[in-house]
């Protein structure tokens, strides 16, 4: 219940996002008041980790002093101004530089948007002006797979492949298909190897590719490892797999790096650690540690002349957002790229990554963890309710509820996406701060499991 006036205001007066509105009213909100380093507290004083990091975005921890003097000092110079006809900005141009300068080889042009689903939207807007620049009015279909998570606008909510995301919302739009998730512990089959599954799913996209027409598939999009969708690292092999498929039928390879980009697997982005080569790259989140909303999409120049050319032949790109390549977000982007490179934060990010997955993996013996899996500073524990058959509980995500509830009684933010718990946290954190975590992770998984039996 609901027990002072901002709680009441809250439930009175505000539509929370990703969120069972009635349970929010009989609950009332956990107000976070104010954050350092990885911790956040409410406005009881309580003080939680956030394991986390928010919704997998501030690598840097909060309370970054470096970060709030950036936005004051931009804020103060020059508050907004847009890039619309022939504006730019110091901030902006010289983060679009320094993101071809970190990126993936080749990807050497930048639009920003305000969020990763704007980004994603605007790919899909900038691959079907692209292929009618190259008069391949046909080729719009998008691939993208089961359990991926690319926004929530209508075009990337149809990437988007979690039904959560679009039940009762019309969704998908027809130009989205859905391969595979690729999760070896649930879709491989009986004594199939990662290699073996990886091939069969390189196959199942290639017959979707031939099945549909290769003349209508524009792109097939993907994050590197699957964030939203339950941490989903994918089989040894499948993205070069992939990719080759992609190639074979001049399929374009879209990396979602909204989650895994800046350090969070360990290297700049998700591509190096998985050998993706792509000619769209989407990111955000890490971009400013979230402290600021920001993403952008980088292409290769192959993607962009076409782009160009027909800009010219139409008079205008006309496609852009008011608050797009923000000055204050790009000036925070910028100090917090500075940050990551400065302190180290790639291969802190790798080094705690590997810390915290040995830490996670201790607890795979527990009669109720199914699978530990992860990569880099980003990983998950499924909940099962046999270990032999892998059964889920039923219905799926009650028992995950359950643990991200009673977390909080100990001091522990986590996320459940439906059984499985999620651990990203800021890419800050230290040995000891990891084994807080896991000592609190303990605890929580002791009350559930009493609950369960
Ligand atoms: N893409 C991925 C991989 C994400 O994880 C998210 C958000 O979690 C998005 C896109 C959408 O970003 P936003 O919430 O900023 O629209």
């Not at 028992?399 to 100990?410: E, I, M, P, T």
């Amino acid at each position: 219940m609901p027990t002072n006036s901002l709680h009441s205001l809250d439930v009175a007066h505000h539509i929370h996002p990703v969120t069972n509105l009635r349970r929010h009213e009989r609950l009332g909100p956990i107000v976070i008041d104010r954050g350092e380093g990885i911790y956040v507290y409410d406005d009881e004083g309580r003080e939680y980790i956030e394991a986390m990091a928010g919704l997998w975005s501030v690598g840097v921890g909060f309370g970054e002093p470096r970060l709030v003097e950036a936005a004051a000092k931009q804020l103060a110079k020059l508050p907004y101004y847009h890039v619309f006809s022939h504006k730019a900005h110091a901030p902006s141009t010289l983060l679009a530089a320094k993101l071809t300068e970190l990126a993936p080889a080749g990807l050497s042009h930048v639009f920003f948007t305000n969020s990763g689903a704007e980004a994603n939207d605007s790919v899909i807007k900038f691959v079907w002006y692209y292929n009618n620049a190259l008069g391949r009015t046909e080729k719009k279909k998008f691939i993208s797979r089961e359990g991926a998570y690319h926004g929530i606008t209508i075009a990337a909510a149809s990437l988007t492949g979690l039904a959560g995301n679009q039940k009762g919302f019309d969704l998908p739009l027809p130009f989205a298909r859905h391969a595979t998730r690729p999760h070896h512990y649930r879709n491989a089959l009986p004594g199939e190897s990662e290699e073996a599954f990886a091939d069969r799913l390189a196959k199942e996209i290639e017959d979707l590719i031939l099945a549909e027409g290769p003349e209508t598939v524009a792109a097939f999009i993907g994050e590197p490892v699957m964030g939203a969708g339950g941490v989903i690292v994918p089989p040894k092999g499948y993205w070069p797999k992939v990719q080759a498929v992609c190639r074979k039928y001049d399929v374009l390879v879209i990396a979602d790096e909204v989650i895994n980009g800046f350090g969070r697997l360990g290297t700049m982005f998700g591509c190096e650690a998985l050998g993706i080569e792509p000619d769209i790259l989407v990111c955000s989140k890490q971009i400013t540690s979230s402290y600021q909303p920001l993403a952008a999409i980088l292409m290769k120049d192959s993607i962009y002349q076409p782009i160009a050319d027909q800009s010219e032949k139409l008079g205008m790109l006309g496609h852009g957002y008011t608050t797009g390549a923000h000055p204050v977000a790009t000036a925070v982007a910028l100090e917090n790229l500075a940050i990551i490179e400065e302190r180290g934060l790639v291969a802190r990010a790798a080094a705690m990554g590997e810390y915290m997955r040995a830490g996670l993996a201790r607890f795979a013996d527990h009669p109720l963890v199914g699978e530990v899996r992860g990569m880099g500073l980003i990983a998950a524990l499924e909940l099962v309710a046999d270990k032999e058959t892998k059964a889920r509980f039923e219905p799926v995500g009650k028992v995950g509820l359950k643990l991200f509830d009673r977390a909080h009684d100990h001091g522990l933010i986590v996320r459940a996406i439906g059984d499985s718990i999620a651990f990203c946290p800021p890419m800050i954190i230290t040995e000891a701060e990891i084994d807080e975590m896991l000592r609190r992770f303990a605890l929580t998984l002791d009350d559930v499991t009493d609950w369960v039996n």
